[in-house]
C-alpha cells in the first residue's frame, strides 16, 4: 500500500490546485470559516485513488471532493461514518467531529488515506479558563468523544474525556508559560471510533 500511495503522489504532483489551510483556520468562528480544502480522485493503474494523499482540517471547515477520474464513485470512510458517491459534479462535505478517518474510493483499500480534523481553540492564551471545541453544533446525536491531552510535546498523555456526548469543554490551565497539546477522536459506537486527531497545540503565557 505504501509503494501504491508513493506512485500516486509521484503521478499527481503538478496537477492539482489544493487550497491549503491559513493560521486563522485555528481560530475561526462558525460564521467566517477558511475556504475548503480541495480533493480529487484520479485513476492511477486502472484502480480509483485519491490526489491528494491526506488532507488536516479544524471543524467547521468543509472538504470539497472533485472527479477527475471520470464516471461515478463512492467515497466512504472505514469505520462507516460516511459514504457518498461522486459524479462530474463536486461534493462538498462538513467536517463536524475531531478525529482521524480513513477514507476508501469504491472501497479500493490502496487508495486508503487520512483525513485528519483538528480540534478548535485558542493558539495562545493567558493563564485563564479556555474553550476547546471536538464537534461543532451541526454534529449527530448518539456520537461520543474522547480527548487527551499534554503538558509539552514529550509530557506524559493523559485522558481529559472519556466517551462524552459533551461537544467542547474549558480548561483552566495550572501552569503557566507551558504548551498544552490535545488530540480527540469521535465514537460512532461504543467500540467503532475515528483515530486520534491531530495534536492541537495552546500556549498558555
Not at 118 to 127: F, H, N, Q, V
Not at 134 to 148: E, K, P
Request: aromatic share 10%; proline share 4%; charged share 15%.
Amino acid at each position: 500500500m505504501g509503494r501504491n500511495r508513493g506512485r500516486l503522489s509521484a503521478a499527481v504532483t503538478g496537477a492539482l490546485v489544493v487550497i491549503g489551510l491559513t493560521s486563522s483556520a485555528m481560530s475561526a468562528t462558525p460564521a467566517i470559516l477558511p475556504p475548503a480544502d480541495a480533493v480529487f480522485l484520479t485513476i492511477i493503474s486502472g484502480q480509483c485513488m485519491f490526489g491528494l494523499e491526506s488532507s488536516q482540517t479544524v471543524i467547521g471547515q468543509g472538504l470539497d471532493f472533485g472527479n477527475s477520474a471520470g464516471g461515478t464513485h463512492t467515497v466512504s470512510d472505514e469505520a462507516g461514518f460516511w459514504s457518498f458517491k461522486i459524479g462530474s459534479n463536486p461534493v462538498a462535505k462538513p467536517t463536524n467531529h475531531a478525529g482521524t478517518y480513513t477514507w476508501l474510493c469504491d472501497g479500493n483499500e490502496a487508495s486508503a488515506a487520512p483525513i485528519g480534523v483538528r480540534m478548535s481553540g485558542p493558539a495562545s492564551t493567558s493563564k485563564k479558563p479556555f474553550k476547546l471545541i471536538w464537534a461543532n453544533s451541526h454534529a449527530y446525536g448518539g456520537y461520543r468523544y474522547s480527548v487527551q491531552y499534554k503538558i509539552g510535546s514529550s509530557g506524559k498523555v493523559a485522558t481529559w474525556r472519556s466517551k462524552v456526548s459533551a461537544r467542547f469543554g474549558t480548561l483552566s490551565p495550572s501552569r503557566s508559560n507551558v504548551t498544552y497539546f490535545f488530540r480527540a477522536m469521535t465514537w460512532r459506537t461504543s467500540t467503532v471510533g475515528s483515530g486520534w486527531s491531530a495534536w492541537k497545540t495552546v500556549h498558555v503565557t
